[in-house]
């Protein structure tokens, strides 16, 4: 009994590792299989289990490299809100005219996709209270409820913390500058950002 416990333990900081790997890689992995049509995240997901085991998939609003807000398809994208998803994708229309090209890295994530991401910022920051400045509990995540977006690279970071207002996006962490919400009017000022180390 107690050894399974354990076991299980470590399959967890297997999966929590793994996912860490599979979020830092680029492209390359996941334009491994060049020509089949059965992708390896399908392979896992055909099982009919509707709560799978695996990491996080597609399903959970895991995003592919240089996801458009137009990205529709996907369900990271497509369970945003929906005012939240019209603003990103006006800002990212005009930001390319500036000659940025941003990515959506995160929008809507199922709670699944949450708690594993909190759990490895656990393994990553040492303490669920360290972690939490970073990650927010699957109750309280603006992205479970497809409220909140992640932008990159810095440049568009950047572009939107400058212009994202006139959409009625603002930058809302102080330690994060990736992180948008739709929290003003179109062409409104930004609330205070909320710093969650105090
Ligand atoms: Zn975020």
Redesign the pocket.
């Known amino acids: 009994m107690v050894t399974s416990r354990i076991l299980a333990g470590f399959a967890m900081v297997a999966v929590v590792i793994g996912l860490a790997v599979t979020a830092c890689t680029t492209g390359a992995a996941r334009s491994e299989p060049p020509s089949t049509h059965s992708a390896p995240s399908k392979t896992t997901s055909t099982s009919a289990v509707p709560t799978h085991k695996g990491p996080p998939n597609a399903e959970d609003g895991v995003l592919p490299d240089h996801t458009s807000a137009y990205d529709t398809d996907l369900p990271g994208i497509a369970k945003l809100d929906p005012a939240l998803r019209k603003a990103v994708q006006e800002a990212e229309t005009a930001m390319r005219a500036d000659g940025i090209r941003m990515q959506v890295t995160?929008g809507w994530r199922s709670k699944k996709y949450q708690e594993e991401l909190l759990e490895k910022a656990i393994l990553r920051y040492g303490s669920r209270k360290k972690a939490l400045e970073y990650v927010a509990e699957p109750n309280e995540s603006h992205?479970v409820t497809g409220h909140?977006v992640?932008i990159g690279p810095a440049a568009a970071d950047h572009w939107l913390e400058r212009k994202g207002n006139r959409y009625g996006l603002c930058r809302t962490y102080t330690n994060?500058i990736?992180?948008f919400e739709l929290v003003t009017t179109p062409g409104g000022s930004c609330p205070p950002m909320i710093d969650p180390t105090r």
């Open positions: 995160t992205h909140a992640d994060e990736w992180h």
